[in-house]
C-alpha cells in the first residue's frame, strides 16, 4: 500500500483510499496521491494478485479486507474510496462489506453491468489475456503508455508491472455479479466519474445512478477509460470537489 498522510488535521475532510484497475497497481494513482495530499490523508492500495501482493490469489472478499485495512491504518475514520474500473467493483464489494467505514465512494469506469450481454467486453478480455505472453504484454503496454501519457503520470505504474497473470481470475469473479443493484448496498453518497469517451464501461451509468439516492454523474471531457492518466488535473479536481461536498461526521465527546 502506498500511503501519503494528509498536511491538514481537519475533521472535515475525509481519507481517500484509491483502488486501481485490471493489471495495474497503487502506481496508478501517482498524480493523485501527489495532488492531494496537502489537504488529505490519502493511500493507495495493491489488490491481490497485484503490484507488492502479486504472488496473493485474487478474490473479492480479500480485496474488500485490504480496502477496509487501508482506511483503518490512515486513521481518520470512514473514507472516500475511489475505484476504478476493476477496483470500481472490488470498491462495490467493501461498500456491501464495511458501510460503517465508507463516507463516499466514487466509482470510474465501473458503471457497467457484469451479467448478460453488457458482460461481453469483460468475457472477450478475460479469454484474450492468458493466450498472450506475459512479457510481450507487458512490452506493449509500456509503449503504449509512453507513447501516450508524460511520465510523471505513468512512471509509477510502469515500474510497478502488470497483473496479466490475476486477470482471468478476477474478471472470472466479476463477471455475472454485479449490476445497478449493486449501489442498494452503498450507504454513502456516490459519484459516477467517467471519461467522455469510455462508452462501454459507463453504458450503465444511468441505471446506476437511479439506484441510489444520493448518486451523481459526471463526465470528463476528451478523457477515455483511464481518464486519470487522460486528464489528470481533471479527475483530481472532479475527486477534491466530490470530497469537499461529504457531510462532516460530527465530533464524538470523546474526541472534543
Known amino acids: 500500500m502506498r500511503r501519503a498522510a494528509g498536511a491538514t488535521g481537519a475533521t472535515d475532510a475525509p481519507p481517500i483510499v ?23 490523508a490519502v493511500a493507495a492500495v495493491d489488490l491481490p494478485g497485484h503490484g507488492a501482493r502479486s504472488a496473493q490469489p485474487w478474490s473479492l472478499v480479500a480485496a474488500a479486507e485490504i480496502i477496509a485495512s487501508a ?15 476493476l477496483g470500481g467493483y472490488a470498491a462495490l464489494e467493501f461498500a456491501r462489506r464495511h458501510p460503517d467505514r465508507l463516507r463516499g465512494l466514487v466509482l470510474a469506469g465501473a458503471s457497467a453491468s457484469t451479467r448478460g450481454a453488457w458482460a ?3 468475457r472477450v478480455i478475460a479469454r484474450l489475456v492468458p493466450r498472450l505472453p ?4 507487458a512490452r506493449w503496454n509500456d509503449r503504449a503508455l509512453r507513447r501516450l501519457y508524460p511520465p510523471e503520470v505513468v512512471a509509477a505504474t510502469i515500474r510497478s508491472g502488470y497483473a496479466f497473470h490475476t486477470l482471468p481470475d478476477a ?6 455479479r454485479f449490476d445497478a443493484s449493486a449501489m442498494r448496498h452503498v450507504a454513502a453518497p456516490v459519484l459516477i466519474l467517467n471519461g467522455e469517451k469510455d462508452t462501454v464501461f459507463r453504458s450503465g451509468a444511468a441505471e446506476f445512478a437511479r439506484a441510489h439516492p444520493q448518486a451523481r454523474i459526471e463526465l470528463i471531457p476528451g478523457a477515455r477509460h483511464l481518464a486519470n492518466f487522460d486528464e489528470p488535473d481533471a479527475f483530481t479536481y472532479a475527486v477534491r470537489r466530490f470530497a469537499g461536498r461529504l457531510p462532516v461526521l460530527p465530533v464524538s465527546p470523546e474526541a472534543a
Do not use: K
Open 18 to 40: 484509491f483502488v486501481h484497475g485490471t493489471r495495474f497497481s497503487a502506481g496508478q494513482w501517482s498524480p493523485q496521491l501527489a495532488a492531494l495530499r496537502d489537504r488529505f
Open 120 to 122: 461481453t467486453p469483460y
Open 171 to 176: 474478471w472470472g469473479e466479476v463477471i455475472g
Open 134 to 137: 506475459a512479457d510481450r504484454l
Open 71 to 85: 482506511v483503518d491504518s490512515l486513521d481518520r475514520g470512514p473514507a472516500l474510496v475511489v475505484g476504478h474500473s
